[in-house]
């Protein structure tokens, strides 16, 4: 095994040849952390029959109910994607992004995510996957096999790290689990002061934590917007204060879409 920094994440996957296959690939790159989030069967027998001699890296592979708790000790969680779409025009192709992630590995465990064969990650995915990742292939047909999907990853992410390369010094970030539970926070924070939209709070939250996941938060940032979420929460739901100032709960329109910076309105 070359490197133990990388998990890799099957999300509600359909096929138990796949995830035997993906096991297989796992273990022909030099990876072993494979995790499934509600896969539809986990009858060992299809799997490791895919698997061949990876057996032990299927068994050992881990299940979760849902994808939160799958990347919860991850730092950077990365999902794959081969569709377009409002909230996947950031991704990057994978070679473009292999030589950072595994520099970033050294010092934080990454997940790269996988979905479903079928439509892949939905959008709801997409809420803890704050970084992406393409692979590119014939618009006529970009959609790849998931375990060819995964092959391609793990190829394209043995190649960087056998990468000859000047040592760096990498910080660590805090943990996916930690961050989502900030993100949660500021977003009902944001939602009590006016500035999300209560029938879309999406809209604006994709591009918070897509900010986020792009720079990575350490432990004493965390703790500086975690306090900003409790202070905004505070304030909003202070009744003595917000009746004595109200005029400083007052945002325009366009701050509320996240177009412009709150108004502040003094009472004449």
């Not at 509600?38 to 849902?66: K, L």
């Not at 934590?209 to 940032?221: K, M, N, P, T, V």
Request: net charge positive; with cysteine; hydrophobic share 45%.
């Amino acid at each position: 095994m070359i490197a133990s920094g990388f998990a890799f994440v099957l999300v509600r996957p359909k096929s138990p040849g796949n995830m035997g296959a993906a096991a297989r690939a796992l273990k022909n790159m030099g990876f072993a952390d494979l995790r499934f989030v509600a896969p539809e069967s986990r009858d060992a027998r299809p799997e490791i029959a895919m698997a061949v001699h990876a057996g032990e890296v299927y068994t050992a592979a881990t299940t979760y109910p849902d994808l939160p708790l799958a990347v919860a000790d991850c730092a950077i969680v990365v999902g794959t994607t081969a569709h377009a779409g409002p909230y996947r025009s950031q991704a990057r192709p994978l070679r473009e992004a292999a030589a950072e992630l595994t520099s970033l590995s050294t010092a934080n465990r990454i997940a790269i995510v996988f979905g479903p064969e079928d439509f892949g990650l939905s959008n709801d995915d997409l809420k803890h996957c704050p970084r992406l990742i393409t692979i590119p292939a014939d618009p006529d047909y970009p959609s790849l096999n998931l375990a060819q999907a995964v092959m391609l990853s793990t190829y394209e992410l043995r190649l960087a790290l056998t990468a000859p390369s000047a040592p760096v010094v990498v910080e660590e970030f805090a943990a996916a689990g930690a961050v989502q539970a900030m993100l949660d926070r500021l977003a009902q924070a944001l939602l009590q002061i006016g500035f999300l939209a209560k029938d879309n709070p999406d809209h604006i939250m994709f591009t918070i934590r897509e900010i986020f996941g792009r720079s990575g938060l350490r432990a004493r940032e965390l703790e500086i917007f975690n306090g900003i979420a409790r202070q905004i929460q505070w304030f909003a739901t202070d009744t003595r204060r917000s009746s004595a100032e109200p005029s400083k709960r007052v945002l325009t329109k366009a701050a509320a879409r996240g177009l412009a910076r709150p108004l502040e309105l003094r009472p004449k």
